[in-house]
């Protein structure tokens, strides 16, 4: 029969025990969860810095993707309906009009300069002026519909990296709440073992107790 007064260290130990692995567990709980908070908080400024970019970007996207289809209409890409109204909108733009206003009073004024105003030359130069003009302002509609598209390219290709760039960040934040969580799991509390040794104290007394009666008539030993 165990001495009932020797096990009180050892109860004194497991309370200790059970009291120092509980404070552990709730140091290495609040850890965890001050490292998920400020990981989430990183992941939640991340979203919103690539929301941001992509807010800024979407312009120059939407520029792009328009000037890619308005490039596919001028080459007949898109149907022959299509490329003719791009090049009637060409025809009657601004641009082609005040190109050929100019063009049409430069030579007139040097046909009359000249005496030629009534002559074959500058009726053939006038006939073959506007086809010109429409020409040389289809090639440098492509040109810069070809910037256009280009930008949007660009900022598609940006956005991209911004967002696998993003994503890793994100990635790498989940791991790291994965592992303060795995960690705070993982950290021995006292609480079981704790709470097996009382019972095994209280074991010691209670059935080394009943026997001591049923042999001697007394609960505890003399």
Do not use: C, H, W
Not at 41 to 55: C, T
Not at 123 to 142: A, D, G, H, K, T
Request: charged fraction near 10%; proline fraction near 4%; aromatic fraction near 4%.
């Amino acid at each position: 029969m165990p001495n009932p007064i020797a096990a009180l260290p050892m109860a004194v130990s497991t309370v200790s025990s059970i009291v120092s692995g509980n404070q552990a567990k709730k140091q290495a709980n609040a850890a965890a969860a001050s490292q998920e908070n400020q990981a989430r908080a990183a992941i939640s400024d991340q979203q919103a810095r690539e929301a941001e970019i992509k807010k800024l970007l979407e312009p120059y996207i939407q520029t792009g993707a328009q000037s890619l289809e308005a490039t596919r209409s001028l080459m007949g890409l898109t149907g022959p309906e299509q490329q003719q109204q791009a090049i009637a909108a060409l025809q009657t733009s601004p641009e082609f009009l005040s190109l050929i206003q100019q063009g049409e009073n430069a030579m007139l004024q040097n046909a009359s300069a000249t005496g030629g105003l009534r002559g074959g030359n500058i009726q053939q130069s006038m006939m073959q002026f506007r086809p010109q003009v429409l020409s040389e302002l289809i090639n440098r509609q492509y040109g810069r519909l070809g910037d256009l598209t280009r930008l949007g390219q660009n900022s598609v290709l940006g956005q991209a990296a911004q967002s696998q760039n993003t994503g890793a960040q994100i990635a790498s934040q989940f791991s790291n709440i994965g592992r303060a969580q795995a960690g705070a799991n993982l950290t021995p509390g006292a609480t079981l073992g704790g709470v097996g040794a009382v019972q095994n104290i209280s074991g010691q007394f209670t059935g080394g107790g009943i026997e001591n009666f049923l042999n001697t008539g007394k609960f505890f030993p003399s």
